[in-house]
């Protein structure tokens, strides 16, 4: 690939020398006499690194440095002077140059300094490649009202420093929601730290969330920061807060109150700047009356609420969803690049979907995996998924209920029936699908006395 430079210098003698010894060494040059023609060329040939002269009748170096960065931020310019002063390293350093060379050129450092540039630039283009593959895992897809509508709220919200609470069904994607929340705010190149409360045992989320010092408990075998630490500056979200313990409740509302952290075993406040987002499955409200949870903190975290729509209720991307999966397979986690039919994206938008978007993404990969042919047919989905109807089997029941209690038992009932039969009966596929241990899983399959035979056929 060539490598592209752009030489602005007023003096032919330094054009000339220094365009010969970078064309010797298999680089494109292209010269400038002056600042205005350097920036009409800077345009039109896009070189990769510029070497700039300070001193130049009309426009000055610092001037045409100071054009080229806000034209693109991504400019490498190193700046050449006969007579360099510190506040002029200081000024081009901070209007963005890479560097600074005093004249005459010593041609070891002209050349060290080429080196150096480019492999520097060639790394921040692999981190900024890999920035946007990773955002890629994140986008939140779809063309419906409730994605709309959830889109601009996130977009109105982003740039504020508002705390939000998002709440939703399990695998709708509200991590992606909160990332986006994150992506699109001031905070944006800091930290992103994620704690799911749920996966943390009770006695030991104050440690992670909050730190400890060496000895403070068995097994505190040295100092540790917590997550609030670690988000300093930057965002932290807090992953199912509707099953965090009412004592780490409480200290997390004084940290939202004070910004400060203390350390368990210690007795050094630490102050933390963090914006805080929480998400729930759960109704709050809910969990307030029951009193399970704090009605203080869920005022101090439900600043803007944000609600995700379950995948039932936006049918309509399913399609779209289904297509960013498979570019998404084949370009990332490396396997085969398939197509799918017209008949299979039929099939699989009259499906339903407990385990929303999540469940479709695993249903997806699977297909991907074991289809007979490149292309998926709607025989893959129905030897693969299942014919299942739009209506959750067993949900006729709920109607025979007596009692609150009775029906709860009977919808729990029904949701594992679907849960388990969408997985084709594989206890860690639904497991992870639900975020729940597996072990778990089995204690409600035994209680309900689950089988295959339960499913209907």
């Not at 060379?101 to 070891?108: F, M, N, Q, V």
């Not at 779809?142 to 982003?158: D, H, K, N, T």
């Not at 807060?241 to 952290?261: H, N, P, T, W």
Request: glycine share 8%; proline share 3%; with cysteine.
């Amino acid at each position: 690939m060539t490598r592209r430079i752009l030489v602005i210098d007023d003096e032919p003698g330094i054009r000339q020398a220094l365009g010969q010894l970078l064309e010797y060494e298999g680089f494109d040059v292209k010269t400038a006499s002056g600042g205005a023609e350097g920036i009409t060329l800077y345009d039109s040939f896009r070189p990769q690194l510029v070497f700039l002269d300070v001193k130049m009748a009309g426009l000055d170096g610092l001037e045409v440095l100071k054009r080229l960065r806000q034209a693109d931020p991504n400019a490498t310019v190193v700046m050449i002077s006969g007579h360099a002063t510190i506040q002029t390293a200081v000024e081009a350093t901070q209007l963005g140059a890479y560097d600074i060379l005093e004249k005459p050129l010593d041609t070891d450092r002209v050349l060290v300094l080429l080196r150096n540039a480019f492999e520097n630039r060639q790394l921040s283009e692999e981190n900024d490649r890999l920035r946007e593959t990773i955002e890629s895992r994140y986008e939140i897809v779809g063309r419906s009202f409730g994605i709309r509508s959830l889109l601009e709220r996130i977009e109105r919200v982003a740039g504020t420093p508002a705390r939000v609470l998002i709440t939703g069904e399990n695998g709708t994607g509200k991590e992606l929601v909160a990332r986006a929340i994150h992506r699109g705010s001031q905070r944006a190149r800091k930290t992103f730290v994620e704690v799911n409360c749920a996966a943390i045992p009770s006695e030991l989320i104050e440690s992670e969330l909050f730190g400890h010092m060496k000895g403070s408990f068995t097994g505190a075998i040295s100092d540790r920061a917590g997550k609030f630490e670690q988000a300093h500056g930057g965002t932290l979200f807090l992953d199912e807060i509707g099953d965090m313990s009412q004592s780490a409740q409480a200290k997390v509302l004084r940290v939202l109150q004070d910004g400060v952290v203390t350390r368990i075993g210690g007795s050094k406040p630490v102050q933390v700047d963090v914006r805080v987002l929480a998400a729930t499955n759960k109704n709050l409200e809910d969990e307030i009356a029951a009193g399970r949870f704090r009605e203080d903190l869920y005022y101090r975290l439900n600043v803007v609420p944000i609600t995700v729509p379950a995948l039932r209720e936006r049918r309509e991307d399913i399609s779209l969803l289904v297509r960013h999966f498979l570019q998404q397979f084949a370009a990332r986690d490396g396997l085969p690049a398939r197509s799918i039919s017209d008949e299979a994206l039929q099939r699989l938008s009259e499906l339903d979907w407990p385990g929303n978007v999540r469940e479709l993404r695993n249903t997806m990969e699977r297909l991907v995996i074991l289809a007979s042919a490149a292309s998926i047919s709607a025989s893959d989905v129905d030897r693969l998924v299942g014919r299942r109807t739009s209506e959750p089997s067993g949900l006729g029941n709920l109607l025979d209920c007596n009692t609150f209690e009775e029906f709860k038992q009977a919808a729990e009932r029904a949701f594992l029936l679907a849960k388990l039969r969408a997985f084709d009966w594989n206890v860690s596929e639904t497991a992870r699908a639900l975020d729940m241990p597996r072990s778990n899983l089995y204690k409600k399959i035994e209680r309900y006395a689950l089988t295959r035979e339960s499913l209907p056929g």
